[in-house]
């Protein structure tokens, strides 16, 4: 991959180096099989080496389209899945809690088999701690140190690489700090700052930030990042998409942040990779850190915007 471009500049996943722009693929199933290859492939041609996705997309169907457009698959790209929920189809929230060791377990192997990998790179744990997202109820409240013991497990039998958690507050985070953290995954943007704390963390401890809505959400009580005065008119200055300023907002405030915006159309791939190339300048940056909110945000659907 030395003759194509690393978007954003790279910086390390686990036992990784990648792009920092990376790509989210849960919007794949909404489309046609031969549109989600098309956007696959010209992600991979604009230098993206990080995907994001779960086998319960779908369920199962993200997965399959992934390898159907991409296996085999080039040696720098590094795929990361999630476990910890389970798709039902169900509206307004399509997931149910999957927590259960055995649960996280059965759905790394559903990636092995769906993905066709001897070894999935990354696998992040989803608990469900915070928004947005559904809840653990009942014999789905799991202690943490069950999980992360399931999870080395299966790292140390070769089936997974590194160890990422997803929708942890801060004080979850250091209780998993001794597993060996490769990334952690919680909703923020530069509308929704609540997880500072957790990012300084990270970067302090070397783990990859990778947030999700980092353009806010359409779900009731998420400010979209696009429908912000203060980015809409710095985009305006910069000749720039608001939600370019936006990602490139999170790019700029740390070293260790990590893009997954998803999208099942070419140009606005075209257009979330090209966030790499807008520099904010101190200005700009000063007056965007001053939108933004520590309060944290509701419980809503997990979906990830483009």
């Excluded at 509308?191 to 353009?215: H, K, M, N």
């Excluded at 070419?266 to 939108?291: C, F, K, P, Q, S």
């Amino acid at each position: 991959m030395t003759d194509k471009p690393r978007p954003g500049g790279v910086t390390t996943l686990g036992a990784h180096t990648v792009a920092r722009v990376g790509y989210g693929a849960m919007q794949l199933f909404e489309t046609t099989p031969e549109d989600a290859a098309t956007v696959l492939r010209r992600a991979v041609e604009l230098g993206v080496d990080h995907i994001d996705t779960a086998s319960f997309y779908g369920p199962g169907e993200v997965n399959r389209r992934i390898r159907a457009a991409l296996a085999p698959y080039p040696d720098e790209l590094v795929i990361v899945s999630k476990v910890g929920a389970r798709y039902t189809g169900e509206q307004p929230i399509p997931l149910a809690a999957a927590q259960k060791p055995a649960e996280l377990r059965a759905a790394v192997e559903d990636d092995l088999r769906q993905l066709g990998l001897e070894r999935v790179p990354v696998v992040n744990l989803r608990r469900m701690d915070l928004g947005p997202g559904v809840a653990a109820e009942r014999d789905q409240v799991v202690d943490l140190d069950d999980q992360l013991a399931e999870m080395i497990a299966l790292r140390d039998e070769g089936k997974i690489g590194g160890i990422g958690i997803s929708a942890v507050p801060l004080e979850v985070l250091r209780r998993a700090l001794p597993a060996g953290i490769a990334c952690v995954q919680n909703a923020y943007s530069v509308l929704d700052r609540s997880q500072e704390e957790t990012l300084d963390v990270c970067t302090a401890e070397g783990i990859a930030w990778v947030p999700y809505f980092p353009l806010g959400s359409s779900f009731p009580g998420f400010p979209k990042v696009a429908d912000d005065a203060v980015v809409a008119e710095i985009a305006g200055e910069l000749g720039a998409t608001p939600a370019q300023v936006g990602l490139a907002w999170v790019l700029a405030h740390a070293p260790n942040a990590l893009l997954i915006p998803g999208t099942r159309s070419v140009t606005h791939l075209e257009e979330n990779i090209g966030a790499a190339g807008v520099t904010l300048d101190n200005d700009a940056l000063e007056r965007l850190d001053a939108v933004g909110s520590t309060e944290p945000q509701p419980h809503g659907v997990e979906r990830f915007q483009r």
